[in-house]
């Protein structure tokens, strides 16, 4: 049986995750796998490791024959992607968990890829502890895939948690998260969903071929949900998760989204907890598979880069097979939403651009409404995300069939039903 490579490693950044790889890579001698330099922005910062190992000059490590692998694991995402292109360019193989990076700059990662040969591997920018892109590239590589839902954010599935489940506020939830290591440095990112959307273009890659920067993908964080949401859910006995979902369309098309949703006591998705992620996916024939794990911290994060940093022995590479291989899908917008929104005041709400209204509840101190509207309607406009209001998705809130259950809802109207 042929050697395992020998792998030598420029580790760039020394924060939670790289600390925790640095760590981690300690305790697994077996791996072969040594760090021999250590980039990072402050050399004045205290380290618990051998000052003799970082540098503040990426050249050392970008230009050093020796290391054969670069691992970048810092937040700014300009840089990551000067460092990896780089890497890419000097005949190394690389590791990244810069989900913001990749995300925003898929074509052109995919393109160095093709040019170089080279490995790039990023399981821990999607979920962290869960191999979920590794499970969708060769396990779930064929056309049965119907539907993704999943928590991709630990920080904001902490913070509701804590807030109402625990009676935390939210700044004080958010510190939390922010000391055990879950926040991004720049928190909005986690509360306002752009790091699940992040997550959620670099998942629909691996699960479905569709390469679209985030921007394009409906979101939202969890900054405009109130108590008062929370007790709706309470007593209906669901609970507020943000959940990333994506849908196989009867016309082929994949609805994506990232949005707050209510989810039954008995969903799957309810029972993932604080910085835990939980993705559920349903195929053709296995039906529901649910996959459960740590998505933010040091050594679940550090675990999933230890992964990839081992799969490099063997030259692991992702085929991108759904992209590749198979005809790859698009995103589709021809569907409506069964959503609640909750709001101070009624004239914020421009009622006329729903198909209907289904419940209408003006005389609590939070006044909600629940009805049916166009996709296009929330992705083309904001005033669900202004004037403190709130919008939430009900469960299984895809409609598709918008002119049948149009005439349904009629029929019953006239039968006195409803
Ligand atoms: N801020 C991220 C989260 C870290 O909370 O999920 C892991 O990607």
């Avoid at 198909?355 to 209408?360: A, D, F, K, P, V």
């Avoid at 939430?392 to 598709?400: F, G, K, N, Y």
Wanted: aromatic share 10%; glycine share 6%.
């Amino acid at each position: 049986m042929e050697a395992h490579k020998q792998l030598t490693i420029g580790l760039f950044g020394f924060g939670v995750v790289g600390e925790g790889l640095y760590k981690v890579l300690q305790q697994t001698p077996s791996l072969k796998a040594r760090v021999k330099k250590v980039c990072i922005k402050n050399i004045e910062k205290k380290r618990n490791a051998p000052v003799s190992l970082f540098t503040t000059d990426r050249d050392e490590l970008l230009n050093d024959p020796d290391i054969n692998v670069i691992v970048e694991v810092i937040d700014d995402a300009h840089a990551a992607f000067e460092i990896v292109s780089t890497a890419f360019r000097n005949g190394k193989q690389v590791v990244s968990s810069s989900k913001k990076m990749i995300a925003e700059h898929f074509p052109a990662l995919l393109q160095l890829q093709k040019e170089t040969g080279r490995s790039f591997l990023y399981e821990s920018s999607a979920c962290a502890s869960i191999p979920v892109i590794r499970n969708l590239e060769e396990y779930y590589d064929n056309d049965l895939l119907h539907s993704l839902r999943a928590i991709v954010n630990g920080s904001t599935n902490f913070i509701l948690t804590k807030m109402f489940e625990e009676g935390l506020d939210f700044k004080q939830a958010l510190l939390l998260a922010q000391q055990a290591g879950f926040a991004e440095s720049n928190p909005v990112l986690d509360v306002d969903g752009f790091d699940a959307v992040n997550k959620w273009a670099i998942l629909l890659v691996h699960a479905y071929g569709i390469v679209e920067t985030p921007e394009n993908i409906l979101f939202n964080g969890i900054r405009q949900i109130h108590a008062g949401d929370a007790s709706v859910a309470k007593a209906r006995n669901q609970q507020i998760k943000l959940v990333a979902q994506a849908s196989k369309l009867k016309n082929g098309t994949v609805a994506a989204f990232v949005l707050p949703q209510f989810v039954q006591h008995t969903d799957h998705l309810a029972f993932v907890k604080n910085e835990y992620n939980g993705v559920v996916i349903e195929t053709g024939f296995a039906d529901k598979q649910f996959f459960y794990g740590k998505g933010a911290g040091s050594f679940p994060t550090a675990s999933a880069v230890l992964s990839d940093i081992s799969a490099l022995r063997y030259e692991y590479k992702y085929e991108y097979k759904k992209l590749y291989h198979h005809q790859p899908n698009t995103l589709g917008n021809d569907i409506y939403l069964r959503v609640y929104v909750s709001f101070d005041n009624l004239a914020s709400v421009p009622r006329d651009r729903f198909e209907w209204i289904e419940e209408w509840h003006a005389q609590e101190e939070r006044k909600y409404l629940v009805g049916v509207i166009a996709f296009d309607e929330l992705k083309n406009n904001n005033w669900w995300k202004e004037n403190n209001t709130s919008l939430i998705l009900t469960p299984d809130p895809i409609i598709e069939d918008i002119e049948t259950r149009k005439l349904k809802k009629r029929s019953l109207e006239l039968a006195g039903i409803v």
